[in-house]
């Protein structure tokens, strides 16, 4: 067998071959749609952040490698935030480690942490990259899958123990959690944890939209359980949280020991990066609170808007206490414009039919029939488009 007659993409990422955000962005321009697909916002974060990262650059601090853990600034400023949030403490030298975005700690996490044939449990419909990295590093996911329930999508405790066998290492958590927006209480967090500690398992958790919780919720972080500091590998970014998606600026905050360990994998991938914009992240952590709150605010306001005119289009609207996605059920829209709930379709002819461009959830799950009626609709995006999306959407409903 010649190198070209076998396939050239590995078997572990054959399954993995194109993304779904390039097809529907592709459509939202061919078809003038409003594109709220992709979760980035269309708006910059604070422009005195932008201008610390302009004042790095001129003062020629990053524009060579940065220290391989990361900058001494941001290592004390992501230290200092986890403490004044959380009541957390890490050691800036030894427990926190900056990383290329929230990406690359998930993926030198996962890599560094799993032998192959290591299970992971993580909760389905999935971040994108979970998979993939999962597969990478040659582990099994096994997903437990959220299912609605009285207008959120709720974890299934008894699903989650039963899915712990003797070959799981690492339980995978995205709270607050993209897509369906749910934030996890303290009561699913806590028999999260007591499972944890009862089998041994490290726990990876991504907590990239800590910032963004609604109304009642209020972001716990997996690592303040008891028992759960020692286990448990925390990873934050500036990107969701500042508005700055493209400096990929992440982080991860664990003890000395596990942040030793996803070094190893992480300084083999990028070894370092966005040099001068992690002095800039460094100030931005800093900012005083009311700059999160009004960020919140704001927000809150788009989900909203945007709930609001989704209702009034016909769709069933989950609304989210956390992130800034919504996930909708296209079913009320009847069977013929929701495709029969065939997410899918229904994606590839809300341009035409509406204008707008939206992500079939399905994409997130293994199980794609448990997610194909759910479509999911970005909202960080200036009121202005939103309105114009809502007045759109209205179409639907005839
Ligand atoms: C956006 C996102 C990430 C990636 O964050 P970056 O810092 O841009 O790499 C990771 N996890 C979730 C759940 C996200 O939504």
Redesign the pocket.
């Known amino acids: 067998m010649t190198s070209t007659s076998r396939p050239l993409l590995n078997r572990r990422l054959a399954e993995f071959g194109t993304t779904i955000f390039a097809e529907m962005s592709a459509l939202a321009l061919r078809t003038g749609s409003i594109n709220l697909g992709q979760?980035f916002p269309d708006t910059d974060g604070p422009e005195e952040v932008r201008e610390a990262a302009v004042r790095a650059l001129r003062d020629g601090r990053g524009n060579q490698y940065p220290p391989g853990p990361g900058v001494p600034e941001l290592r004390t400023a992501v230290a200092a935030h986890q403490e004044r949030r959380y009541g957390l403490s890490y050691d800036p030298d030894t427990e926190v480690l900056v990383t290329?975005?929230?990406?690359?700690?998930?993926a030198a996490a996962l890599l560094a942490l799993l032998e192959p044939g290591d299970e992971v449990i993580a909760f389905e419909p999935y971040?994108d990259?979970y998979a993939a990295c999962i597969a990478m590093a040659g582990g099994t996911r096994v997903p437990v899958t959220l299912r609605p329930s009285e207008g959120s999508f709720r974890l299934d405790l008894d699903e989650l123990r039963a899915a712990v066998t003797d070959r799981t290492r690492l339980l995978l958590i995205?709270t607050p959690?993209?897509p369906t927006g749910t934030v996890l209480t303290r009561e699913e967090l806590t028999a999260i944890a007591e499972l944890a500690v009862e089998r041994d398992l490290l726990v990876v958790t991504?907590e990239?939209?800590e910032h963004l919780v609604f109304d009642d919720a209020e972001h716990l972080p997996l690592a303040t359980f008891p028992g759960m500091r020692e286990r448990t590998v925390t990873?934050g970014?500036?990107?969701?949280t500042f508005s700055f998606?493209g400096w990929?600026?992440?982080w991860v905050t664990a003890p000395s020991a596990l942040v030793t360990a996803v070094r190893s994998a992480k300084q083999f991938l990028t070894y370092v990066s966005s040099g001068p914009f992690q002095y800039a992240v460094a100030e931005a952590l800093a900012l005083p609170d009311s700059y999160f709150a009004d960020f919140r605010a704001d927000m809150l306001a788009k989900r909203d808007l945007l709930a609001a005119g989704l209702v009034e289009a016909g769709f069933e609207v989950f609304k989210p206490a956390g992130?800034y996605f919504i996930t909708t059920d296209i079913r009320p829209l009847g069977a013929a414009l929701s495709k029969e709930g065939d997410g899918f379709a229904f994606c590839r002819a809300l341009p035409e039919l509406a204008g707008v461009v939206a992500i079939p959830n399905a994409v997130f799950y293994d199980h794609r029939e448990a997610g194909a009626p759910f479509v999911r609709f970005a909202f960080c995006k200036q009121t202005g488009v939103l309105e114009e999306a809502v007045r759109r959407l209205k179409s639907l409903a005839g």
């Open positions: 979760g290329a975005g929230a990406t690359e700690a998930i971040y990259s995205n959690h993209n991504d990239v939209y990873i970014s500036a990107g969701k998606t990929k600026v992440g992130t």
